[in-house]
C-alpha cells in the first residue's frame, strides 16, 4: 500500500498569527484523515480479495474431491466391467463345452445308430445269402434228383430195349 501524505504550508497573514497556526492543523489533520481512510479502504480491498480467494479455494477443494470421486467411480465402473466382461468370457466358454459335449455325444450315437443299422443290414445280407444258398442247394438237389430219375427212367428204358433186343434175339435163334 502507498501511503499518501500531503502538506499545506499556508500562513494567513490576517495579522493573528494563531489563525494561520490554526489553519496549518487543520490541514494537516484533514490530511490524516485521508491516508487513514485509504488505508481502511485497502484493508477491506485486502480483506474482501482474501475472502473472494477462501472461497475460491473452498470451490476448488470441493471440485477436487468431486473430481477424486468421479475418479474412483470410474475405477470401479471399469473393475465392474472387467468383472462382467471374465462372466460373459467364462459363460460363453461354458456354454462352447457343452455345446461341444452335445455336439460329441449326438456324433457317437449316431455312430451307434449307423452301426446298428449296418449289423441289421449285414445279418439281413447273410440271412439273404444263407436262404439264397439254401434256395441253390434245394434246387441243385431237385436237379439231381429229376436228372437221377431221369437217368433211371432212360436206364430202365434202356434195360427194358436191351431186354427186347436179345429176347426178341433169342426168339428168333430157338424157332
Known amino acids: 500500500m502507498a501511503e499518501?501524505?500531503?502538506?499545506?504550508?499556508?500562513?494567513?497573514?490576517?495579522?493573528?498569527?494563531?489563525?494561520g497556526a490554526s489553519a496549518e492543523?487543520?490541514?494537516?489533520?484533514?490530511?490524516?484523515?485521508?491516508?487513514?481512510s485509504v488505508s481502511a479502504e485497502a484493508e477491506e480491498v485486502a480483506k474482501l480479495a482474501e475472502e473472494e480467494a477462501k472461497k475460491l479455494a473452498e470451490k476448488l477443494a470441493i471440485q477436487k474431491q468431486q473430481a477424486e470421486?468421479?475418479?474412483?467411480?470410474?475405477?470401479?465402473?471399469?473393475?465392474e466391467a472387467e468383472r462382467v466382461a471374465?462372466?460373459?468370457a467364462e459363460e460363453v466358454a461354458r456354454a462352447a463345452e457343452a455345446a461341444k459335449k452335445e455336439a460329441e455325444r449326438f456324433a457317437r450315437e449316431e455312430a451307434e445308430r449307423v452301426a446298428l443299422k449296418l449289423k441289421i443290414a449285414k445279418q439281413r445280407a447273410e440271412?439273404?445269402?444263407?436262404?439264397?444258398?439254401?434256395?441253390?442247394?434245394?434246387?441243385?438237389e431237385a436237379i439231381k434228383h429229376a436228372a437221377e430219375k431221369a437217368a433211371?427212367?432212360?436206364?430202365?428204358?434202356?434195360?427194358?430195349?436191351v431186354k427186347k433186343v436179345f429176347s426178341g434175339h433169342k426168339h428168333k435163334k430157338h424157332h
Do not use: P, W, Y
Open 152 to 161: 433211371k427212367k432212360n436206364a430202365e428204358k434202356a434195360k427194358k430195349a
Open 25 to 36: 492543523t487543520h490541514a494537516g489533520a484533514s490530511a490524516e484523515v485521508t491516508d487513514s
Open 69 to 79: 470421486e468421479l475418479a474412483k467411480r470410474a475405477m470401479a465402473a471399469q473393475k
Open 4 to 19: 499518501e501524505s500531503v502538506e499545506v504550508s499556508e500562513s494567513a497573514s490576517v495579522g493573528d498569527e494563531d489563525l
Open 127 to 140: 440271412e439273404a445269402a444263407k436262404h439264397a444258398a439254401q434256395e441253390a442247394k434245394k434246387r441243385a
Open 86 to 88: 471374465k462372466e460373459h
